[in-house]
Nanobody
């Protein structure tokens, strides 16, 4: 089992930055892929970004390319999502997920999920 805990959400003005973290317990992220997803009320959960822990390969949804960066810290067994130039439409609950298979944007292919952290961007 893998337990995931997110942190770093909050309220920020448009144009500002936040860094989210996803820490794992129960096992290391080695040989896993870790992704970030977001959801707003009434909408489906959306893929945001993902990283292959071993290779470092990253994938982003088009709407965040150039603004968000996903990275990993081997020593801390933690994945980060650095979010810059935030926009009001980035407001959502952000969740991290992990899986032992390859990166996919298909939501139900991800096995382990955290509880999420709220990000609110004011205009």
């Amino acid at each position: 089992q893998v337990q995931l805990v997110e942190a770093g959400g909050g309220l920020v003005q448009a144009g500002g930055s936040l860094r989210l973290s996803c820490a794992a317990s129960g096992r290391t992220f080695i040989s896993y892929v870790v992704g970030w997803f977001r959801q707003t009320p009434g909408k489906e959960r959306e893929f945001v970004a993902a990283i292959n822990w071993n290779s470092g390969r990253t994938v982003y949804v088009d709407s965040v390319k150039g603004r968000f960066t996903i990275s990993r810290d081997n020593a801390k067994n933690t994945v980060y999502l650095q979010m810059n130039s935030l926009k009001p439409e980035d407001t959502a609950v952000y969740c991290c997920a992990a899986d032992s298979r390859g990166i996919t944007t298909v939501i139900n292919r991800w096995t382990y999920w955290g509880q999420g952290t709220q990000v609110t961007v004011s205009s």
